[in-house]
C-alpha cells in the first residue's frame, strides 16, 4: 500500500471552512480536488493533520471530512487518541467512495 497524503481543504463559501482529507491513492485525491469546486488543498503532514484534529487552527478544532463511506464500527475506532489507525480508516473511507463514484460513472 502507498503512502498516506494528508491535506486540509479549504472552502471559504462552505459552512465548514476546512476539512482534514486523507488520501491513499492519487486517484481518489484528484476526485475530491476536482469534485469540490472553489476548494483549495494544502498538503501537510500527519502530524499537522494530527494537531489540526486535537488542538486546531487559530483555536478552531478542525474535523475530518467525509466518513460516510465508513461502518459504525469503523466509526466507533475514529480517534485522535490512535491517530495511525484513525488515518487508515479516513483514506479507506474516501477510497470506497471514490470507487463507488467511478463504478457508477460519476466521475
Known sequence: MSEL????????N???DKFILV?????ARDY??????GS????????SAEHAARI????????YGYTLRLTKEEMSR????????TSQLLAEGN???????ASNNKI
Open 5 to 12: 497524503q494528508f491535506y486540509i481543504r479549504h472552502q471559504p
Open 14 to 16: 462552505f459552512l465548514q
Open 23 to 27: 488520501f491513499k491513492s492519487d486517484e
Open 32 to 37: 475530491f480536488k476536482n469534485a469540490i469546486k
Open 40 to 47: 483549495y488543498f494544502e498538503k501537510i503532514t500527519s502530524e
Open 56 to 63: 486546531g487552527i487559530n483555536g478552531k478544532t478542525i474535523p
Open 78 to 85: 475514529l480517534s485522535t487518541a490512535n491517530w495511525e489507525e
Open 95 to 101: 477510497e470506497r467512495l471514490y470507487k463507488e463514484r
